[in-house]
């Protein structure tokens, strides 16, 4: 993966890559039977592909929630917490749905997080599978909320239940997009 | 409310199935259940198919299964709550004779995950969260969700990794026994420890399979029930909860909330004592997506106190003969988790038991004649709970 592009374009390529072999058996199996017909290694059905493939990249709305990624450009990560009743929300949302009513204050989240509990993805989703295996855990912070994010360290066997935690900003290698995550303290 | 009861069922060959379409294995199950009612789809008043789709290509689940069924021009509709659905699609259908709007209505859980590769699968199940906030940037997974109950479940309680194995091998030792089953092999711990992660803790032997399957249920109206056959076998109550969308926000990591407030409402709703339930049920089906989950529901759902199931499952008091018989069919681990059949698979299984006539060796004795099914969406996202009966509410 060259380092100039970001994952918006390095995934697809990478995605594409590794269908490519197959594809190409196939595109074999339509000009010589005429049909997109091919036998399932395991079963031996014949077994028909899907000639229309559907890509799906969604588009989110972030208006509400833009002071979040202003932070994060800023090197911090903020919430919301309402002004009527103090409630802090994470992730950030515009309403409050104890009070109902849409006035809220932005917050930097700062401070030691203590490690609740997290997992290694070594089976990874299609989409994460560019990457090496990752560890995701969920950090309980001193305002009262828990965030879900990865752990920036090189072994699982070096975590421990209420194990000091920061929250870091910044480009997650390789994909080179702003992110938060965690590490120990 | 009337009063509604099962009068058929049927259930298609859970696994790998290459050789049938979502409408060919859907139809495996409705045939089986309207040859054992002895009714046709003239009969029926209304269906509702229970599928979450999306690895599948027949969007219209609903429309399609109802063509390919002869149910035109029947109302259908399709229920979704995840790995809920299928107790999410027999409870609509309830109502709809509970209410006394419809006499007999057909429940069909489905689901071909096969028609696409296991790294799209993957991909699309681990979106089955908060999809914002948890896959987006962190690339969560099912099991790797469900690891995250089980880390912290383990670190509390001095729970090993073999405790885990001990659901697994029982799982795959009932299965053994299912002719329907993904899995109809035996396993050993040393074999289930010694295969590999797919989100620490939790290894491949601890999860359940992608699997394609269907199962169909066909409920009456009590004047209906009692036409069609002599013993149907009652709906005695629900329950149901929601958890929230992102783990993050759950309040511990050692059971699923919304699982206690399910059995707590069913539990009141029959007169069953929540401390005690294992006194009422003769066998039950808990949600074993992975092995931490039939673990922790072994608790939420009140058989054991917190951090002593593990002891309990060693003692092989989860087997018949001990205290509660659990996932005799092999539940989601070996029989396989078809994600929308799942839940109506379930509940086929346990009328199945309470009629006493599955397979010898995995037949629970029926004493009481009561049986209990959790069926978990998500990650705790979703939970269903049911009673069946042989005895009349
Ligand atoms: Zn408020």
């Known amino acids: 993966m060259s380092d100039d592009k970001t994952i918006i374009k390095k995934l697809p390529e990478h995605i594409d890559r590794l269908s490519e072999e197959a594809l190409s058996l196939i595109d074999n199996i339509v000009r010589e039977t005429g049909l997109p017909i091919y036998q399932d290694p395991k079963t031996g059905a014949p077994m028909w592909l899907d000639v229309r493939e559907l890509r799906l990249r969604y588009v989110i709305p972030v ?6 990624f202003k932070g994060l450009r800023n090197g ?45 993805i070594n089976v990874k989703p299609l989409s994460f599978s560019h990457l090496k295996d990752y560890i995701v855990g969920i950090v309980r912070m001193p305002q009262g909320f828990n965030i879900l994010a990865w752990i920036n360290v090189d072994s699982h066997e070096k975590l421990a239940p209420g194990m000091k935690m920061r929250l870091k900003v910044g480009r997650r290698d390789p994909e080179g997009y702003i992110t938060y995550w965690f590490e120990p303290i | 409310m009337k009063r509604v009861a099962i009068v058929g069922t049927g259930i298609a060959r859970y696994g790998y199935r290459t050789d049938a379409t979502l409408a060919e294995i859907a139809y495996e199950a409705i045939k089986e259940a309207l040859d054992e009612a002895r009714i046709g789809p003239e009969d029926i008043d209304s269906f509702v198919v229970g599928n979450v789709g999306s690895w599948s290509s027949e969007p219209l689940p609903a429309v399609l299964i109802g063509e390919y069924a002869g149910l035109v021009p029947k109302n259908g509709i399709r229920v979704e709550a995840a790995c809920a659905t299928g107790l999410a699609a027999t409870r609509t259908a309830y109502n709809m004779i509970a209410s006394g ?53 383990m670190k509390r309680f001095g729970v090993r990794e073999e405790d885990l194995c001990e659901v697994a091998v029982k799982n795959h030792y009932y299965g053994s026994m299912n002719p329907k089953a993904h899995f109809q092999n035996r396993i050993t711990v040393e074999q289930c420890m010694s295969s590999r ?47 929230t969308s992102n783990l993050s926000k759950r309040s511990d990591y050692i059971g699923l909330e919304a699982t206690r407030v399910a059995a707590e409402m069913l539990y009141k709703k029959i007169g069953v004592d929540p401390k005690n339930p294992a006194k009422y049920f003769d066998v039950a089906n808990l949600h074993d997506a992975f092995t931490i989950a039939e673990l922790m529901a072994l608790s939420d759902m009140g058989f054991v106190k917190k951090g002593e199931e593990h002891i ?15 996932n ?12 929308g059949a799942t839940g109506v698979g379930m509940l086929v299984e346990l009328t199945r038991q309470l009629q ?22 998500g990650t705790g996202h979703y939970v269903f709970t049911a009673a069946l009966s042989v005895d009349k509410p």
Not at chain 1, 63 to 68: L, Q, T, V
Not at chain 2, 109 to 136: C, D, H
Not at chain 2, 356 to 377: D, S, Y
Request: charged share 20%; net charge neutral; hydrophobic share 40%.
């Open chain 2, 356 to 377: 006493q006539r599955v397979e010898r060796g995995r037949q629970a004795p029926i004493k009481r004649g009561w049986a209990l099914a959790h069926n978990v969406g």
């Open chain 2, 101 to 153: 709007e419809a006499s007999i209505v057909l429940v069909i859980g489905v689901e071909k995950m096969n028609e696409s590769t296991t790294p799209q699968v993957v991909e699309l199940i681990g979106r089955a969260g908060n999809y914002f906030w948890e896959f987006q940037n962190f690339g969560m997974t099912f099991p790797g969700y469900y690891a995250m109950y089980a880390t912290s479940y």
């Open chain 1, 63 to 68: 208006k509400n929630i833009e002071e979040f």
């Open chain 2, 328 to 339: 005799l069919d092999g539940g989601l681990k070996a029989k396989g988790h078809p994600i």
């Open chain 1, 76 to 120: 911090v990560v903020r919430t919301t917490k309402c002004k009527e009743c103090g409630t802090i929300y994470f992730p950030p949302q515009p309403d409050c749905p104890k009070c109902r009513v849409r006035n809220m204050e932005w917050i930097d989240i700062d401070g030691e997080g203590e490690l609740l509990t997290w997992t290694v």
């Open chain 2, 312 to 326: 309990v499952v060693r003692e092989k008091q989860t087997y018949i003969g001990g205290l509660i018989p659990v």
């Open chain 2, 197 to 243: 992660y797919v989100a620490w803790p939790l290894k491949l032997y601890d999860s359940s399979p992608i699997t394609d399957g269907a199962a169909a249920l066909i409920l009456a109206s009590e004047d209906i029930a009692m036409k069609i056959t002599d013993s149907p076998i009652w709906i005695r109550g629900w329950g149901y909860a929601n958890g």
